[in-house]
């Protein structure tokens, strides 16, 4: 069951989330790391809801390049922008990161009208509506670190508005470095030789995906947004 503090699910209590889900007869899948969840061109069928691990969205280009567009995460939602649309297929691929376990929704159940008129769901819409904003307002961020020249200035940026984001000089980002590379789109041997250099000025240090902010001031000094 998935967690009623996701914002798809907010404001109902255990009760109201089983009758809807009964409801929206979703199906429950799991998948092992790198599997495919969805590939760029499949048919859509439905919103996906992570209940367990991590899964990533991906644009796969012809030369086999990747760009990361985001990292779902329990409780993350995917696929709602497509439920919303005329599109009949995945625009983009999603794959898991790590093993995992999703809860697909048919879009139908979504939105269309629902045929039992159960009270829960326009309170429903309501949630997909703010998922809808709220994911405007990161791929929009997105945007504003791509608009970003220079690598250092990119890989600067994202970390000091991760720092003022969560408060703490501590880090942990869901990426590793070669994903991060991927999400700010730049060459992973360079993404790691800015890193390298930021970590030699004493600015940051790094293990794996974990990041310690050591020197505020001057990442701030370096970032561009």
């Known amino acids: 069951m998935p967690e009623q503090d996701t914002l798809l699910f907010k404001c109902?209590?255990?009760v109201s989330v089983y009758a809807m889900l009964k409801c929206l007869e979703p199906k429950l899948k799991s998948y092992k790391k790198n599997d495919y969840i969805f590939s760029l061109g499949d048919s859509f069928t439905g919103v996906g809801v992570m209940l367990e691990g991590k899964?990533?969205?991906l644009n796969q280009r012809a030369s086999g390049d990747r760009d990361v567009i985001s990292v779902l995460s329990p409780g993350d939602v995917f696929g709602e922008i497509v439920a919303f649309s005329e599109l009949a297929y995945w625009p983009n691929t999603v794959q898991a990161f790590e093993n995992c376990k999703v809860l697909?929704?048919?879009?139908?159940r979504i939105s269309g009208e629902c045929s039992k008129v159960c009270p829960w769901h326009r309170s429903l819409i309501e949630n997909?509506?703010?998922l809808l904003s709220e994911k405007a307002l990161v791929l929009n961020k997105k945007v504003q670190f791509l608009a970003i020249k220079g690598i250092r200035e990119k890989a600067a940026t994202y970390l000091y508005e991760k720092y003022k984001e969560?408060?703490?000089k501590d880090i942990l980002l869901n990426l590793n470095r070669n994903d991060l590379a991927?999400?700010?789109s730049v060459s992973r041997p360079s993404m790691s030789r800015e890193l390298c250099k930021l970590r030699d000025e004493g600015i940051i240090d790094f293990h794996?995906?974990?990041f310690k902010i050591l020197n505020p001031e001057a990442l701030k000094l370096i970032n561009q947004l």
Do not use: R
């Open 12 to 14: 109902f209590n255990e």
């Open 55 to 57: 899964a990533v969205v």
């Open 104 to 108: 697909l929704i048919p879009k139908s």
């Open 128 to 130: 997909f509506l703010k």
């Open 166 to 168: 969560i408060g703490s």
């Open 182 to 184: 991927d999400f700010l």
């Open 208 to 210: 794996l995906n974990s």
